[in-house]
T-cell receptor, first 110, second 115 residues
Framework: EAAVTQSPRSKVAVTGGKVTLSCHQT?????MYWYRQDTGHGLRLIHY???????EKGDIPDGYKASRPSQENFSLILELASLSQTAVYFC?????????FGKGTRLTVV | GEQVEQLPSILRVQEGSSASINCSYE??????FPWYKQEPGENPKLIID?????ERKQIQELIVLLDKKAKRFSLHITDTQPGDSAMYFC??????????????FGIGTLLSVKP
């Protein structure tokens, strides 16, 4: 099965601080995504990338940056964390159709 | 942005009965429609999918129907079991040309199967 590894699995961050969520895939997939999950909102796309060194904005990119330094790695960066960014974040990869999700990162901003 | 509407948000059924979840999408160019099941504390996992060249697909107790004209698709779980209790998400692919593909998800349906 496709392997998508996220780190950390959980994090408590201080308001205004910088947070970096990391994602690594060993599947040689072109596409990688960052989704955010909140109750009542399902899975919302933050940023995605279909090739190394390039990222695209998803549906809710405000307050987030993304970085794809290599095909295997895709990071989500919160430069100034806010309370509203408390959520579970999922990284995913796909060769083009089936999407494989990581285990998720539970981020709590206090 | 593109939307995928999913109903109902909560579904309670008796063990052995059928459960149906309905989704609709906006982009007529969408050509891939997967369904994901998420257990509590776990990541979403693909359970069945259908492409736009099909109208019906079945894998064991899971049936997916696609109506391209109406831009609707649905998941039907026959003979539900307590182990089917979970959150279910539908999704539709959206192609943005040089910006690649995106998968847009519905808000999810929390299915509870009572013994």
């Amino acid at each position: 099965e496709a392997a998508v590894t996220q780190s950390p699995r959980s994090k408590v961050a201080v308001t205004g601080g910088k947070v970096t969520l990391s994602c690594h895939q060993t599947n040689n997939h072109d596409y990688m995504y960052w989704y955010r999950q909140d109750t009542g909102h399902g899975l919302r796309l933050i940023h995605y990338s279909y090739v190394a060194d390039s990222t695209e904005k998803g549906d809710i990119p405000d307050g987030y940056k993304a970085s794809r330094p290599s095909q295997e790695n895709f990071s989500l960066i919160l430069e100034l964390a806010s309370l509203s960014q408390t959520a579970v974040y999922f990284c995913a990869s796909t060769p083009g159709t089936e999407v494989f999700f990581g285990k998720g990162t539970r981020l709590t901003v206090v | 942005g593109e939307q995928v509407e999913q109903l109902p948000s909560i579904l309670r059924v008796q063990e052995g009965s059928s459960a149906s979840i309905n989704c609709s999408y906006e982009d007529s160019a969408s050509n891939y429609f997967p369904w994901y099941k998420q257990e509590p504390g776990e990541n979403p996992k693909l359970i069945i999918d259908i492409r736009s060249n099909m109208e019906r697909k079945q894998i064991q107790e899971l049936i997916v129907l696609l109506d391209k004209k109406a831009k609707r698709f649905s998941l039907h779980i026959t003979d539900t079991q307590p182990g089917d209790s979970a959150m279910y998400f539908c999704a539709a692919s959206v192609n943005y040309g040089s910006s690649g593909n995106k998968l847009i998800f519905g808000i999810g349906t929390l299915l509870s199967v009572k013994p």
